[in-house]
């Protein structure tokens, strides 16, 4: 069982940056691929990036490329999302996610999620 826990959300201006963390428990964190997603009110939530456990490669929607970059520390357990030059579409509550998988494949199951965290970005 694994537990997430992200962190870094808030409410920011267009053009502005942000950085989420999502912290894992447990012991096999380097064996899993950690994914973050979004979720808009309204909307269904939708892949934002996705990182292997060796932490190359990572695989980005195209909505962030560019803008966006993901990172993890597995000795810390923890994965990053560095979100520069927000928009206001951006704005949604933000999930990590872990993958038993530990590479990357289209639609891959993911098998445990954290909380959320909200991002608000205003113009």
Known sequence: QVQLV???GGVVQAGDSLRLSCAASGRTFSSYTM???RQAPG???EFVVAISRSGSPAA????VK???TISRDN???TVYLQMNSLKPE???VYYCAASTIG???AGQKYDYWGQGTQVTVSS
């Open 6 to 8: 992200e962190s870094g």
């Open 35 to 37: 994914g973050w997603f």
């Open 43 to 45: 909307k269904e939530r």
């Open 60 to 63: 980005y929607a195209d909505s």
């Open 66 to 68: 560019g803008r966006f």
């Open 75 to 77: 000795a810390k357990n």
């Open 90 to 92: 951006d704005t949604a």
């Open 103 to 105: 590479w990357l494949l």
